[in-house]
């Protein structure tokens, strides 16, 4: 299985940064695709960003511009720079990751355990 750990949530002022982490272990035999969703209270769950092993990125319209997403495939982890921050952006952010565990294993979703962000205005 693969695990993922979380870091950088936090509390920040509108217009801040932060920077959130994520770090996969276990068995990887291929990971194509990392990202982050973020999930408000009363919202449905959102994707934010999500980018795939060539390097290749999406952005909801929402942070486009504001947000980068960028990883390691030889440390499997992903990061989210979150610049220009608004209270709209207040959530419990989800590191997420397709990956498979082994060779002959079928494609799998893996999810932290999330991880607040909140933004006073």
């Known amino acids: 299985q693969v695990q993922l750990v979380e870091s950088g949530g936090g509390l920040a002022q509108a217009g801040g940064s932060l920077r959130l982490s994520c770090a996969a272990s276990?068995?990887?035999?291929?990971?194509?695709?990392m990202g982050w969703c973020r999930q408000a209270p009363g919202k449905q769950r959102e994707l934010v960003a999500h980018?795939?092993?060539?390097?290749?990125?999406t952005y909801a319209d929402s942070v486009k511009g504001r947000f980068t997403i960028s990883r390691d495939n030889a440390k499997n982890t992903v990061d989210l720079q979150m610049n220009s921050l608004k209270p709209e952006d207040t959530a419990v952010y989800y590191c997420?990751?397709?990956?498979?565990?082994?060779?002959?294993?079928?494609?799998?979703?893996?999810w932290g355990q999330g991880t607040q962000v909140t933004v006073s205005s």
């Open positions: 997420y990751a397709v990956a498979a565990a082994d060779r002959k294993g079928y494609l799998d979703n893996y």
């Open positions: 276990g068995s990887i035999f291929s990971m194509p695709v």
């Open positions: 980018i795939n092993s060539g390097g290749s990125t």
